[in-house]
């Protein structure tokens, strides 16, 4: 079965940056979209930005001209670059493809913005 691994997370001041990272074992995601969620403690988990396998990005208003997803294919990792990190960014963050056929998910990586 596909295994994501999702690493990079941590315990950042407000307005530091962040890069996670997201590797697959046991399957290429080359010729799919991808994308990053993230899950706080009594939250819906949501998607917050999303690749597809030609290159084009979309994001949710609230990460938008913060965060930016790309993808390596050659590596088969996908990775989240967030910029000016806000607490409300705090939560578990998981990679996924959001075709509607996801793989079982991850362990997710803790994100925490706080001063």
């Known amino acids: 079965q596909v295994q994501l691994v999702e690493s990079g997370g941590g315990l950042v001041q407000p307005g530091g940056s962040l890069r996670l990272s997201c590797a697959a074992a046991?399957?290429?995601?080359?010729?799919?979209?991808m994308a990053w969620y993230r899950q706080a403690p009594g939250r819906q988990r949501e998607l917050v930005a999303s690749?597809?396998?030609?290159?084009?990005?979309n994001y949710v208003d609230s990460v938008k001209g913060r965060f930016t997803i790309s993808r390596d294919n050659a590596k088969n990792t996908l990775y989240l670059q967030m910029n000016s990190l806000k607490p409300e960014d705090t939560a578990v963050y998981y990679c996924?493809?959001?075709?509607?056929?996801?793989?079982?998910w991850g362990q997710g990586t803790q994100v925490t913005v706080s001063s």
């Open positions: 046991g399957s290429s995601f080359t010729i799919l979209a």
């Open positions: 996924n493809t959001p075709t509607g056929r996801e793989f079982s």
């Open positions: 690749i597809r396998a030609g290159g084009s990005t």
